[in-house]
């Protein structure tokens, strides 16, 4: 499905169908999470185990970036 980005006061934003809205269980005023994928974004609920988690795995990559940047090559 092809969005488009459209300006919401100061900032840019996509507008979601009400059909996605109501697939996904989701109304005004709830999060979604955005997670990179190798494939792209992907777009889900708002998980807050995850999120939690996510930050958690943010902060350790960020503290051991260059013993990360080792092991990537």
């Known amino acids: 499905m092809k969005l488009k980005i459209t300006s919401i006061g100061n900032s840019a934003g996509v507008i979601l169908p009400k059909d996605i809205l109501a697939r996904l269980r989701l109304a005004k005023g709830d999060d979604i999470y955005l997670l990179e994928t190798p494939d792209g974004i992907k777009l ?3 998980d807050p185990t995850l ?3 996510m930050e958690v795995a943010e902060q350790v990559m ?4 260059n013993l990360l940047h080792k092991l990537a090559q």
Do not use: L, N, V
Request: charged fraction near 40%; aromatic fraction near 10%.
């Open 62 to 65: 960020q503290k051991r970036r």
């Open 51 to 53: 999120a939690e988690q």
């Open 44 to 46: 889900t609920t708002f």
